[in-house]
């Protein structure tokens, strides 16, 4: 059985940093983290494949973010830093057996999701 789970979420100052988890089980995969802000769609933020070895983000968050695996604890990370208003949403862990879904931002095609955790950045 596959599981996502999210962690880490919080309200922050702007320019301040969070680190999210994603406990990620039963799955070997492609994972990639997505934002939904309020009455908007959702959006992918950053993306990591089954290796570890490459990664994408989206431009929006591009030197801001950082995407990692850890292996040893099945947990895939994303560490935000220099945080502003704009980066307020519930964000979500989202996994995909296949490579061919690296790299891409369109939500249907991940299989898996986590329940989400909320990031509210105050100015």
């Known amino acids: 059985q596959v599981q996502l789970v999210e962690s880490g979420g919080a309200s922050v100052q702007a320019g301040g940093s969070l680190r999210l988890s994603c406990l990620v089980s039963?799955?070997?995969?492609?994972v990639a983290w997505f934002r939904q802000a309020q009455g908007k769609a959702r959006e992918g933020v950053a993306g990591?494949?089954?290796?570890?070895?490459?990664?994408k983000y989206a431009d929006s968050v591009k030197g801001r973010f950082t995407i990692s695996w850890n292996n040893a604890k099945n947990t895939v990370y994303l560490q935000m830093e220099s945080l502003n208003p704009e980066d307020t949403a519930k964000y979500y862990c989202?996994?995909?057996?296949?490579?061919?879904?690296?790299?891409?931002?369109?939500?249907?095609?991940?299989?898996?999701w986590g329940r989400g955790t909320q990031v509210t950045v105050s100015s």
């Open positions: 989202a996994a995909d057996r296949s490579r061919l879904v690296f790299g891409s931002w369109v939500p249907t095609l991940y299989k898996f």
């Open positions: 990591i494949d089954d290796s570890g070895t490459y990664t």
């Open positions: 039963g799955l070997t995969g492609t």
